[in-house]
């Protein structure tokens, strides 16, 4: 549940953030930077009162950081404004900073990812949402430290994402294996079998549901047996 807020104080808010963003210049202190402006403008799109001037400035600038540049795509990809997200995304550099930001904006590359992952939802990039979904749900589920705003930021993105991409209250799959056809449905979430062994054997899996469908190949085995001989040279106790 949320808490209601006027619209007096939203629409001071607002003005505020607006003054800031016109009256903006690059310093590059860390309570001034392009990560900070790219946020005040991504804050007033999903408020649906973007500033689009100040997003096409900051855009055009050659020295724009790659946090910024995630931000604004994603900034851009709220108001609709596609080509310029997609062009912000794919320019930017996939080994996102893995430093933390311990203030000003409790930054880490975790919390970069989840706007990666808004701009992808918001561009309806299906693959490419569900491969950075992956990343985030790792990082959500092991036992590192996160910062709240991280950890809210990444939350509210995985939610964004089961919202347009809505898991089946089922699974409905189909298995090809050597020759033979097998028709799952199950209310559970999981469901694993073993295949035969042998080589050049081929593997379709078809969905049949409208919910997503991840598959897992594990791979066992007992390495093979190294012939190994004794050799010493100039060893002495």
């Known amino acids: 549940k949320s808490y209601s807020v006027s619209n007096q104080f939203i629409n001071k808010w ?18 001034n930077n392009d990560i900070n402006q790219a946020y005040r ?3 007033l799109a999903l408020a649906k009162d973007p ?10 600038d050659k020295f724009l950081s790659n946090q910024a540049r995630i931000i604004l795509a994603s ?3 709220i ?10 995304i794919n320019n930017t550099n996939p080994k996102l900073d893995n430093k933390f930001d311990y203030s000003i904006s409790y930054g880490s590359s975790i919390r970069d990812k989840s706007f990666v992952l808004e701009s992808y939802l918001r561009l309806n990039m299906q693959n490419q949402a569900l491969e950075t979904l992956r990343e985030i749900a ?3 589920s ?6 709240t705003q991280s950890a809210a930021q990444c939350l509210r993105t995985v939610s964004l994402y089961l919202k347009q991409y809505p898991m089946g209250k089922q699974m409905n799959f189909s298995i090809q294996h050597s020759g033979k056809t097998e028709n799952i449905v199950s209310k559970n979430t999981t469901h694993s079998f073993a295949l035969s062994n042998g080589n050049n054997q081929s593997l379709q899996i078809t969905n049949k549901s409208k919910g997503t469908l991840n598959v897992r190949l594990i791979q066992k085995g007992i390495p093979l047996e190294i012939e190994e001989q004794e050799i010493s040279r100039n060893i002495r106790l």
């Open 51 to 60: 500033e689009i001037g100040a997003m096409n400035r900051l855009s055009e």
């Open 41 to 43: 403008l991504y804050t």
């Open 142 to 147: 092991n036992s590192n430290w996160m910062s």
């Open 79 to 88: 108001i609709g404004r596609n080509e310029i997200s997609k062009r912000l």
């Open 14 to 31: 607002k003005n505020f953030q607006k003054n800031k963003v016109r009256s903006w210049k690059n310093n590059k202190t860390v309570y």
């Open 138 to 140: 790792s990082e959500l």
């Open 75 to 77: 900034a851009y990809a």
